[in-house]
Structures are given as structure tokens and as C-alpha cells.
């Protein structure tokens, strides 16, 4: 992380997002859920937010109904980073069925035309206009190939649709193919790892918090939002530009204290106070390299404000 400034922060404002009192702990949590096959992406956000018993809550990425894996759930005020997480790279392991023979050489080398940039055109049943776009495909690694069945494990943009890259891939093999399981192992930060946890865990962090007065199991299930972002570059700013930010400011570059390496003009990136709670999404108007050196003018605009007005003392003017 590139270091422009240091300034100690003002230990009466604000605070570790892991420490916050439970309900602000719920209102600015995420759930890193594993989604069980059947059931709708929304169904399942619904289910949730009847066992926390809350009256929103945001998801980050649709699966299909036959699906599972990893689906972002995000509770009331986390909501606003919803936007961040659609935007997110995704990995999945998927099972294609291919329609006939081939030989190992053949596949990988068919497989291998699919890494990087990709034409698409979402299949009829998307709930986007089917128009040709291009994808970025990370990665496509064959686990394993056993006629007629291929085991892949894909990492790809966001908007990538499986079921198309299966389907394409036959059309290139020359024998036809078609998607036959799907599991989504990330999705930004939210990982396939010990964070993740499936609704019967929602349910028993809320019991044992409602009856019980454990918040530990509830505290272990959601996560703060900021977790949700650390996927994002991230830029650290002085105490005194949050509540300026809060109200929709863009960043000034003499509010920069520290922020990571290589960070383009025109990325998405976090605002983060000093004690690591979220801010702001805003976009870089020049590269990190510029941001270290510039004394004046404007270095990110402000997206979508995450922080309340207030969390921090107002050191602005409103110009007249």
C-alpha cells in the first residue's frame, strides 16, 4: 500500500466494524451463504430475511434455481454495496455433458481458445437484453474428462453466462454440448472457505441470540460489510474529509492518506476511514502513481455513499 500521509485518527468517531453493537452489527452485515439447489435466489434472500427478521435484504448475483454455491446476501444498509458485488469476478466448477466423442488433446485445446476475451450473447432465458457482449474469461482448467462428462473449474467476469460458454465450447468441439451441474465457489471476496454457511446456520445464530443472549453464533454467521469490499482497491482518507464524503463530496486529493498500488483512472475503489469502516464507492479520476503526488485537486469520485452524515465531525464549509 502506497503511503502519502500520516495522521493520527480521533479516537471519539467511529470504530472497529467487527466491535459495533449488534443491531448496527446486523444492519451492516453481509452473509456469505451457500445456496442450496431448487429454491430462487430471491426465495432464498426472503427466507433470510424472515429468520433475521429484517426488512430488506439485497443479494449479490443471481443463480439459477438448479445452481448452488456461493450467493452474497447483504442486510439493510449493506445493501449499497450491492452494486459492488454484481460487478465482481466470478469463479465457478461446472459439469458439461458434451454430445460425443473427443480426445483429451482436442478439448484442451479447444478450451484453451475460451481464456481471455470472449464474444456472448445471453441464451433466451436471461433477464438481459440478448445482445452480443464481450466477457473476459480468466481461467478454464480441466479437472477432469471423462466421455461424455468434462469437470472445469472457470474463473470469469462478471455477467459471464455458463451455460453459454458450455454450449459454445460444443459448437467449437464440433459435436454439441450443454451445461450439466453448476456450483459458484466466489464471488469478489465472498469465498467457498470457512466463511461460508447455509440458512439453518441463520437460524441458529438468531435462536440462540433471541433466547439465549448469544450474539457469538450470529456474529460468526454475518459478517460487517466492509468484508463484502475487499475485493476493491482500497483508499484510506483523513478523519477530517469523511463527514464531506458522507454528503456526497468527491475525494480531494490533500484527504488521501493511503491507498494500494497500481489502482487505475476510472476504477471502482472503497473509501475506508483509518479504522477501517466503508464510506464510499467512487471512481478514480488518475492512477494511484498521480494520487501520491498530487496536492490539489479532485483524485475520486463519489458513486454510492455507504457511511451515515454525521458518523464524523463536520469539517466543511457549503460554498455560497
Not at 275 to 292: N, P
Request: charged share 30%; hydrophobic share 35%; aromatic share 6%.
Amino acid at each position: 500500500m502506497l503511503v502519502k500521509d500520516e495522521e493520527p485518527t480521533d479516537p471519539d468517531y467511529g470504530g472497529d466494524p467487527s466491535k459495533r453493537e449488534l443491531g448496527e452489527y446486523i444492519r451492516k452485515g453481509v452473509i456469505n451463504l451457500d445456496k442450496p439447489a431448487n429454491p430462487t435466489s430471491h426465495q432464498v434472500s426472503a427466507w433470510a430475511k424472515e429468520i433475521l427478521k429484517v426488512e430488506k435484504i439485497g443479494h449479490g448475483g443471481t443463480l439459477d434455481p438448479r445452481v448452488t454455491g456461493v450467493l452474497p446476501l447483504a442486510i439493510l444498509d449493506a445493501t449499497k454495496i450491492v452494486q459492488a458485488l454484481l460487478q465482481a469476478g466470478k469463479d465457478y466448477v461446472c459439469v458439461m455433458n458434451v454430445h460425443g466423442d473427443f480426445s483429451e488433446e482436442e478439448l484442451l485445446g479447444v478450451c484453451k481458445k475460451f481464456v481471455g476475451k470472449i464474444y456472448q450473447k445471453p441464451p433466451l432465458r436471461s433477464s438481459v437484453k440478448r445482445r452480443v457482449r464481450v466477457r473476459e474469461i480468466y481461467y478454464l482448467d480441466v479437472l477432469e474428462a471423462e466421455n461424455p462428462y468434462v469437470l472445469m473449474r472457470v474463473g470469469c467476469q462478471a455477467g459471464t453466462y455458463m451455460r453459454k460458454l458450455c454450449y459454445d465450447i460444443g459448437e467449437v468441439l464440433g459435436c454439441g454440448a450443454h451445461m450439466k451441474e453448476l456450483r459458484r465457489t466466489r464471488v469478489g471476496s465472498f469465498k467457498e472457505d470457512d466463511t461460508l454457511v447455509n440458512l439453518q446456520d441463520v437460524k441458529d445464530g438468531y435462536v440462540f441470540w433471541e433466547e439465549e443472549e448469544d450474539e457469538r453464533y450470529l456474529r460468526n454467521v454475518i459478517k460487517p460489510l466492509e468484508y463484502g469490499l475487499n475485493h476493491l482497491p482500497k483508499i484510506i482518507i483523513r478523519d477530517s474529509a469523511v463527514d464531506a464524503i458522507c454528503h456526497g463530496a468527491d475525494l480531494a486529493a490533500p484527504g488521501v492518506l493511503k491507498l494500494h498500488e497500481k489502482i487505475k483512472a476510472g476504477e471502482l475503489v472503497a473509501l475506508f476511514t483509518q479504522k477501517g469502516e466503508a464510506i464510499a464507492l467512487a471512481l478514480t479520476t488518475v492512477e494511484s502513481e498521480k494520487i501520491v503526488e498530487m496536492n490539489h485537486g479532485i483524485v475520486a469520485k463519489t458513486e454510492r455513499v455507504i457511511m451515515e452524515r454525521g458518523s464524523y465531525p463536520k469539517s466543511w464549509k457549503k460554498e455560497k
